[in-house]
């Protein structure tokens, strides 16, 4: 009896971490549909729902904030979408998402919407 007890309690913990795993990929798989169907606030909500689902799986977290970086990017957003690329860069360094992270930031600057660190300087005005 006691080790059936045991048996269904560690079922039911391996199910629910189950869940979990599967909730996530799915508003995950939904933030891509949204984003191919342009619906970019339909894209946030379903990142807010990944990473409330994802607090135990930093893993998806670079995926994630390259997705809301794209979809800034999107909206017109430029400054925003490389600041996101920037903690990309700085926080998952050696993942594939900085790599592409880097591209997306040269690929703003090569278009003029965001400036390289020098011509973003702000010069003082002297009397």
Known sequence: MRFVLI???ALSVVS?????RFSMDHHLNNAYSAYDRGNC????LELSKVERASRARPYVWPEVSMMRGQCLERQKMFIDAAQTYQFIIASYPQSEYAYRA???LETLQSLGHYPTRSAAAVHPTQF
């Open 7 to 9: 048996a269904a309690l």
């Open 16 to 20: 629910v971490a189950g869940c979990t």
């Open 102 to 104: 880097r591209a997306r």
């Open 41 to 44: 606030e339909q894209v946030m």
